[in-house]
T-cell receptor, first 111, second 115 residues
Framework: AQTVTQSQPEMSVQEAETVTLSCTYD???????LFWYKQPPSRQMILVIR??????QNATENRFSVNFQKAAKSFSLKISDSQLGDAAMYFC????????FGAGTRLTVKP | DTGVSQNPRHKITKRGQNVTFRCDPI?????LYWYRQTLGQGPEFLTY????????KSRLLSDRFSAERPKGSFSTLEIQRTEQGDSAMYLC?????????????FGEGSRLTVL
């Protein structure tokens, strides 16, 4: 079964600074999707960014970008110009048939 | 598009009782997923449907758990003879497409507390 590992239970960043959240995964598949989801306290999961495994170019969505290293099975999320509203749990997810999540990283943004 | 809707949002029950949760996916979505999430943890996959067919079930889904999606529309997740360890947030998500397509759109979850 596919597994997703987030090795940073908690991270902290100063407002306006940059932070990188790490994620590794294990799979024998060649075609799959990777996602980062954000879950604010007591609120629903929302998509931050997605990456198709067949694409070499790293995905970017405004202040959010990924570093996708397929051979290393690594998928990190970089948040630039961090804002107070970025504070949340961030989950890395792998999808082929179904979607599997990591344990999450709690991001704190300091004013 | 009203998003994924889950009911009830909160359920408190006594150990041994049965509970049922309902999920209404986004109308054109053919895939529907159930997850369980405990505090501070990531969602754990339970099961998913493509239309009305239940295609995969996690080993976490013991024989006390059953999920249905009649007519490929809404879905129900029933937990029989609840145990305190069943206390969690139960998340429903839906997507459109096949195996390698589609982000999942999540509902707000149904929180279960078993006393």
């Amino acid at each position: 079964a596919q597994t997703v590992t987030q090795s940073q239970p908690e991270m902290s960043v100063q407002e306006a600074e940059t932070v990188t959240l790490s994620c590794t995964y294990d799979t024998s598949e060649s075609d799959y999707y990777l996602f980062w989801y954000k879950q604010p306290p007591s609120r629903q999961m929302i998509l931050v960014i997605r990456q198709e495994a067949y694409k070499q170019q790293n995905a970017t969505e405004n202040r959010f970008s990924v570093n996708f290293q397929k051979a290393a099975k690594s998928f990190s999320l970089k948040i630039s110009d961090s804002q107070l509203g970025d504070a949340a749990m961030y989950f890395c997810a792998y999808k082929d048939n179904d979607m599997r999540f990591g344990a999450g990283t709690r991001l704190t943004v300091k004013p | 598009d009203t998003g994924v809707s889950q009911n009830p949002r909160h359920k408190i029950t006594k150990r041994g009782q049965n509970v049922t949760f309902r999920c209404d996916p986004i109308s054109e979505h053919n895939r529907l997923y159930w997850y369980r999430q405990t505090l501070g943890q990531g969602p754990e996959f339970l099961t998913y449907f493509q239309n009305e067919a239940q295609l995969e079930k996690s080993r976490l889904l013991s024989d006390r758990f059953s999920a249905e999606r009649p007519k490929g529309s809404f879905s129900t997740l029933e937990i029989q003879r609840t145990e305190q360890g069943d206390s969690a947030m139960y998340l429903c998500a839906s997507s459109f497409g096949g195996r390698l397509t589609g982000e999942l759109f999540f509902g707000e979850g149904s929180r279960l507390t078993v006393l």
